[in-house]
C-alpha cells in the first residue's frame, strides 16, 4: 500500500445545513449516503463543533483510522484560525476553530474556507480540470464564496464575495439566498448578477468562471441571460464540491 490516503471525510459547514461523506480521492465522489444535520441558529464553534463530532461519529467505524479529516468554514481562515463571520455566529471571529475540532474529534482535522474546499474539488475532478489561465469560482449561496485558482493553485481567502458593488456589499444583493428571500424573477436576480460579474471581470481578467452551489443547478434560468466577455458555466460537483475539497486538501 502506498502512503498517499485513498479516502478521506470531508465535512461541509453551511448556512442552513453541516453535511459530511467519506471520499474516494481517487475519482473526487463520495462514498455512500452523506449526512446532513441543520445548522443550528445559534452556530457557535460549541454548537457546531458538536455537529461535526456527530457527522464523524456515523463514519469512524467503516474509515481506516488515520483517514484524513478536512472541514470547511463560511469564513476566512488563517493557520487555523477562523477571521471573519459573515452569515455565521460572530463567536466564529478569531477562533481556533482547526483546533477546536480537532479537540472535538479527538484527532488532527484541516480546517479550510468553504469556497476554496469547492474550488479545489473543481480543479482536481470537476468543471475547472485542465484549465489554465486565472479560473474564478463562485459560489451561490447563503453567501457568495470565491475561489482564485491560477493554473490550477488556489490563491485562498480571496473575499471578493464582499466587493462593493453599486455602493453594497455585493452579496447582499446578489446571492443566491436575496433571490429568495426577496422573490425576485429570474431576470432581476441576473441583472444583480451581471453588475456584479462584470465589476469582477473588470478587476482580475480571468479566463473562466465557474458558478456553484445549490442553484447552479438552475443555471439555464440565469447563465443564458448574462453578458460577460468571460465564458461562465456550471460548476460540476454542485453542492457535494464543498465535502469533497475539504477531503482532498486534508489529505494533502
Ligand atoms: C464569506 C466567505 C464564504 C462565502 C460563502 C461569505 O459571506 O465571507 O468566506 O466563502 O460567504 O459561504
Request: charged share 20%; net charge negative.
Amino acid at each position: 500500500m502506498s502512503g498517499t490516503p485513498r479516502v478521506a471525510l470531508g465535512i461541509d459547514i453551511g448556512g442552513s445545513g453541516i453535511k459530511g461523506a467519506p471520499v474516494d480521492l481517487v475519482t473526487g465522489t463520495l462514498i455512500g449516503e452523506r449526512v446532513k444535520i441543520a445548522t443550528p441558529e445559534h452556530s457557535t464553534p460549541q454548537a457546531v463543533a458538536a455537529i461535526v463530532d456527530q457527522i464523524a461519529d456515523q463514519f469512524v467505524d467503516s474509515l481506516p483510522k488515520d483517514a484524513p479529516i478536512g472541514v470547511t468554514i463560511p469564513g476566512v481562515v488563517q493557520h487555523g484560525i477562523v477571521r471573519t463571520a459573515a452569515n455565521i455566529d460572530r463567536g466564529w471571529i478569531d477562533c481556533p476553530g482547526q483546533e477546536i475540532f480537532s479537540q472535538a474529534l479527538g484527532r488532527h482535522c484541516l480546517l479550510v474556507n468553504d469556497a476554496d474546499a469547492a474550488g479545489v474539488a473543481e480543479v482536481r475532478y470537476g468543471a475547472a480540470k485542465g484549465k489554465d489561465g486565472l479560473v474564478i469560482l463562485t459560489t451561490l449561496g447563503t453567501g457568495i464564496g470565491i475561489a482564485l485558482l491560477h493554473n490550477g493553485v488556489l490563491i485562498p481567502n480571496a473575499e471578493l464575495g464582499h466587493l462593493e458593488v453599486d455602493g453594497y456589499d455585493a452579496e447582499t444583493r446578489a446571492a443566491a439566498s436575496i433571490r429568495e428571500r426577496d422573490g425576485l424573477s429570474w431576470t432581476k436576480w441576473a441583472a444583480r448578477l451581471q453588475r456584479y460579474y462584470t465589476t469582477v471581470e473588470n478587476l482580475l481578467w480571468p479566463d473562466l468562471f465557474l458558478v456553484g452551489g445549490g442553484v447552479s443547478r438552475k443555471a439555464d434560468k440565469f447563465l443564458p441571460l448574462l453578458h460577460l466577455r468571460t465564458p461562465i458555466i456550471p460548476a460540476a460537483l454542485q453542492n457535494q464540491a464543498g465535502i469533497i475539497g475539504a477531503a482532498a486538501l486534508a489529505a494533502d
